[in-house]
């Protein structure tokens, strides 16, 4: 075969040795990887460690892949039931001793390595209990392996099965990859060069070039700044741009405090006194509403800690100034909920509020519309129904979304369209979210964050139960549901496919009435694939007190206080994400009693899993969980933020520790977008293209 040998990085990756047509196609569908570019910027996860050979007592606590010296012992059979293993001794010349596990099919390594050889051995050291061992190492005869051995940190790549079936595995990767820098001698460079010379990155070429094929960790980590810093800063201009566009605009609509006289009866009306977070975020969206520039804030703040209130503010800042407002919710209950208390606290008012959902029936809703638009609703509430082409407002000063997670971007977009000013917007959250992804996730955003709970707030008792406690569990619920208390017990949403160790509902609903026999204990469920009228009507149901136990998937998560519930169980709790698991805790403590959270689990759990448990019944501060979870999973997995695009795609940067490079990633790009314009720069707003199309514009009126 002919090869090619004027490559650049749009090259298709067919033409290099050894790949041809069908391994092309096969790295086109799982890996989505075309041209030399997209080859290049597949990097390894993981890199074993063959710079030097460690000694036991050097591995001891040590994170990466290691290579280690030593002879075979003896080896020892383990069979039980459930499964084989054998492990093997091996000693170091220091005279320590480490353990190699191997499970099922591991004839050979008896038979290859009897006995008295000495061994090469890497991989990367596991713990159980308190003894050191590698499960399942690579394992060479040592006279071997010397004579094939190049120090290096070799470069591994996480590769679906399918994919390793056709030959195309870590090896194959670094064969490719370095052919190609034998025949590639430059790339072109998007960054600005006074970007690379002022911060000391590497040219592209070196980065990439040492990300695959580093010859010690300093390389690594220098191939890593650049990278990490580009990934960064190119995610960072689209954001940046939006909000210097935004502040730049003096179109703002002004509500000024000298006409709070709605503002002023409704305080009256509260009942009790604004927490001072409360007042500080009100004081920030205040300090918006009055610049004369367009606000665009996201307030966030852990369940309970009392969003509406200071919504309800803003919107009757609106409404003194002579302007319409709108609170959008998630669900329909949530709304009729919304709609009860705020026409409670406005009694005395002359406001007028109108709620319009999916289920408003069309006489009124015909109503609504018509005095939406002559001006004579000032604050409308409601769904997604808001959004629906026929609605339309007479003078939309403010919109406030909340929960913002659970609404897409093109349903916020037609809400934006709705006005002719450029209303206000405030989103609000539950969903805390860490320093470093609100940085970046919602860099064109202003942050109020309320981090104090209203006072007389229950306490919220989480604790752990693995199956085998079940009894007691139940015992304990029973004696509180005798105390007329409420319990939710939720199931993760479970597909047949998944492992057997998981209940799901059908099941759970079985298990509960041989401890909770119906002729005692009624029990309502309610799951995801209901409709949304049959899933309200169970609620509320529920919240008339119609039924002791409410089994759910994870619907009820974003719901209407049952303040009457007190306990809620989540069965297999550690199949949820964390977050996803301190948002269901936060469905109770809504009411006066001292509440439970309680976290049924496998008796065995994975020690990433106990840990995981053990972050949600040591702390009930949100932002503490948030961060945990960005730590140990990473910030796809952040209850809701799941659809929030391109900020999940990151390759290399690691939201949860790579702070310093954000905040330099977004100096350099607040500086490159006052100082130069992107068109004098077509390579590197080739490569910010894709961002800029991905990107989720709040602030933007359609
Ligand atoms: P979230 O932030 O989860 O939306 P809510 O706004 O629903 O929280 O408030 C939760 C409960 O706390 C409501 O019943 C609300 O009336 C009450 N609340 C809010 N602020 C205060 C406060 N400062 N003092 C006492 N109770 C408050
Ligand atoms: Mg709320």
Redesign the pocket.
Known sequence: MKIQNNLTLSSSVQYLPGVGPKKAELLKKYLNIQTLEELLYFFPYKYIDKTRFYTIKEIYQQEAHVLLIGKIIDYQEIKSEKSERLIGRLLDKNYDIIELIWFNNYEWVQKKFPPGSLVVVSGKPTYFYLTMNFVHPEIELYDIFIKNYIPCLEPHYSLPEKLKNNNINSKFFRKIISYIFENLKTIDDPLPSYIIERNNLLPLYDALKLIHFPENLEQLKEAKKRLKFEELFYSQIPVIKAKIERESNNNGIVFLRNKDRIVKIVYQNLG????NA?IRALREIRQDLESGKQMNRLLQ??????????ALFALLMAVDNGYQSCLMVPTEILAKQHYN?ITNLCKGTNVRIALLTGSTREKEKREILFFLKEGLIDILIGTHALIEEKVEFSNLGLIVI?EQQRFGVAQRAKLWKKSNNNPHVLV?T?TPIPRTLAMTLYGDLDLSI?DEM????PKIITQHYPHSKRKQLFDFVKSKIKEGDQVFVVFPLIYESEVLDCIDIKNGIQLYQQYFPPEEYKILTIHGDLPTSEKDEVMLKFLNKEAHILMSTTVIEVGI?IPNATIIIIENAERFGLSQLHQLR?RVG?GKKTSYCFLVTPNNLSPESLKRIEVITSTTNGFVVAQKDLELRGPGDIAGLQQSGFLFNFKIAELSSDENFINLAKNEAIDFLRNYSLTDFPLLYNKIKPYIESFENWGKIG
């Open positions: 009790f006194k604004l927490t409360q703040g852990d369940v309970g800690c009392g969003k509406t209130v200071v208390n909340d609000m539950a309320i209203p006072p007389g707030k206080d936060g809504r």
